[in-house]
Structures are given as structure tokens and as C-alpha cells.
């Protein structure tokens, strides 16, 4: 997916690191973490006492400074070990777990339309709260029972999976984000389906955990949708006065528009005199964008007061 969309690049930075300016020092700290990489290729930190040469070195590499300037990126995925490091070490203690989906959405939109949603809102709702980066999206989550298919699965396309799979995936997810050293990990999700198994895992994990705290934060989806829609009614003045009978809205089109038009087909449908949705009319481009980017603002703002509350009610120790 396109993360060079005009309105995301104008996120702002977090962390702007500089070059070494001694060249030994760079050298330094990569011969460290080569050594320490090549000697720990294939072991375990169980095969290493904590006083041995190669611990030391381990440890001596892991607090090596970076030789280069560091990526302001809020994606964990786009930056490198290092930066997520140093980001944590300045107090970005807290990490968002976004939950999508791959399923039909009608004629129009692409089956991702849940993580195109989130790629355009996680960085928003991070850079609110500031202290916060955004982890990979769960883009697989239960969509309906695989065979015999119920649900969305009747549909090409849609991916599914068990609801055991699922909480698996994000209780594996969360125990490595805080093993990182994130200190709230919050859950966040953009389908009906994903709610319950995302209560479930961080519930179970608070039961386990001391030195940190799991959030699930349904504001996002529930209030969330509804209010955003009230946003744009009342405030944009703008409305749906049909239903075309789709799995589709001016509200999931608008934002999805704001990561990449292709994804709803804007040109396609153009051309083929279908370029609106329940009566909304989706020409000119700019437009729709403006919209789904007031959309997403909105929402942002709604999310990230509700995480602060949450973290507030149970702060980690």
C-alpha cells in the first residue's frame, strides 16, 4: 500500500537523530553489532551464562548508538531496531495494535478496505497522543467459518480465521511488543468481528502481566463509526440519501480515497457514470479526499481521547 500519500507525509516527525560525529565511534558500534549478530546466529540467550564474553558483547551492541540519522516513520515496521529502541528510550512507551480485515465490500471497493482505514488513521491517532507508534496491521482476523463458508466467507476474496487463531495471533503479538519494552500495548479494530477476541486477549494478559498493560479500546469501532458519521452529517453537511445495496458508504470510500483512489475504483467508476454512493457524489477527487481526511481527523481525535482514558484507568505500574 502507498504510504507517500500527500496527507500522511505531512505527519510530523518524532524523532530527528543525528550523524556520529566521530567516524571511529561509527565504526565502533557496527563492528559490535556484527560481532554480536554472527556470535548469536542460532542461539538462544539460555545457551549464554549473563557474565560471558558474548553476553557482554551482546549487551555492549544493543547499547550501541546508531551510526546514522534516525527515520521519523510512526510505522514499527519501516523502522530499524535501533530507532525503535532510542524512540522508547525518549518515552514512546505506548504502541497501537490496529486489526482490519480482508472481505467483500461490494463492486467498488478493494477487499482491504479495513487496513486502508487503519494505514490513514493509526499514524493520526499516534501523532495525537504523541508518545505512540503504530504497529503492524492484523490484517487477517474472523470473518465467518471457513467450510462450509458462512458470512463474508461466501464470498472470493475473504480470508478468515479461527477465533483461537486470532486470539493467538494477537496475545503473540502484544507478549513481543512488550517484551520490546512497550509499556501499553492498545488493541484498536475496524470490524464488528474482530471486538470480542481483542477484549478477550487483553483481559487475559492484564491477568498475567505486571510491568505492563494491554488495552482494548472499542471507542475506536464503537462509538467511534456512529459518531464519525454524526461528525460528517452535522458538521461536513454532508449525508447519504439512498442505500445502492452495497457493502459500501460515503464514509469508508472517502477515507480509503485519502490512502488511494484506485482502491475504490474512482477512475473505473468515472467512466462508467458510478462515481457516487448512496447518493453522494464522489467528482471531484479532491473532494471526496477533503472529506475522508475530515473523517479521519475526527475519528483520530475521538480514539486517542478514549486511549488516554483508558491508560489513565489502568496505568501500567
Not at 44 to 65: F, G, W, Y
Not at 181 to 197: A, C, E, P, T, W
Not at 273 to 290: D, K, Q
Amino acid at each position: 500500500m502507498n504510504r507517500s500519500h500527500s496527507f500522511l507525509s505531512t505527519l510530523p516527525g518524532t524523532r530527528s537523530g543525528t550523524f556520529s560525529s566521530a567516524i571511529s565511534a561509527t565504526l565502533i558500534a557496527g563492528l559490535l553489532v556484527a560481532v554480536a549478530t554472527i556470535t548469536y546466529a542460532g542461539q538462544s540467550d539460555s545457551d549464554t551464562p549473563p557474565s560471558s564474553p558474548e553476553a557482554s558483547m551482546r549487551d555492549e551492541a544493543l547499547q550501541a548508538p546508531s551510526p546514522i540519522a534516525a527515520e521519523s516513520s510512526p510505522w514499527i515496521e519501516e523502522l530499524t531496531w535501533m530507532e525503535i529502541r532510542d524512540r522508547i528510550a525518549e518515552g514512546y512507551t505506548t504502541v497501537i495494535v490496529p486489526t482490519g480485515g480482508i472481505e467483500e465490500n461490494g463492486p467498488y471497493l478493494a477487499t482491504g478496505k479495513h487496513n486502508l482505514i487503519l494505514e490513514a488513521s493509526c499514524p493520526i491517532i499516534a501523532s495525537k497522543l504523541g508518545n505512540a507508534l503504530c504497529a503492524p496491521i492484523v490484517k487477517f482476523v474472523p470473518q465467518g467459518d471457513i467450510d462450509p463458508p458462512s458470512g463474508a466467507m461466501v464470498f472470493p476474496g475473504t480470508i478468515s480465521l479461527r477465533e483461537s487463531t486470532y486470539e493467538a495471533l494477537l496475545t503473540d503479538i502484544a507478549a513481543s511488543l512488550r517484551q520490546t519494552g512497550f509499556l501499553h500495548i492498545v488493541f484498536i479494530g475496524d470490524s464488528g468481528g474482530n471486538q470480542s477476541g481483542m477484549a478477550r486477549v487483553a483481559n487475559a494478559l492484564n491477568n498475567e502481566w505486571e510491568d505492563a498493560r494491554a488495552h482494548f479500546v472499542r471507542e475506536f469501532y464503537d462509538p467511534g463509526w456512529e459518531a464519525t458519521e454524526e461528525f460528517t452529517r452535522q458538521e461536513l453537511r454532508v449525508d447519504e440519501t439512498r442505500n445502492d445495496g452495497y457493502h459500501d458508504d460515503i464514509w469508508v470510500t472517502a477515507m480509503m480515497a485519502v490512502v488511494d483512489p484506485q482502491q475504490i475504483r474512482f477512475e473505473q467508476r468515472v467512466q462508467a457514470g458510478r462515481a457516487s454512493i448512496n447518493g453522494v457524489a464522489l467528482e471531484p477527487l479532491e473532494s471526496t479526499v477533503a472529506l475522508g481526511e475530515a473523517m479521519i481527523e475526527f475519528r483520530a481525535t475521538f480514539t486517542a481521547d478514549a486511549i488516554r482514558k483508558a491508560i489513565a484507568r489502568e496505568a501500567a505500574p
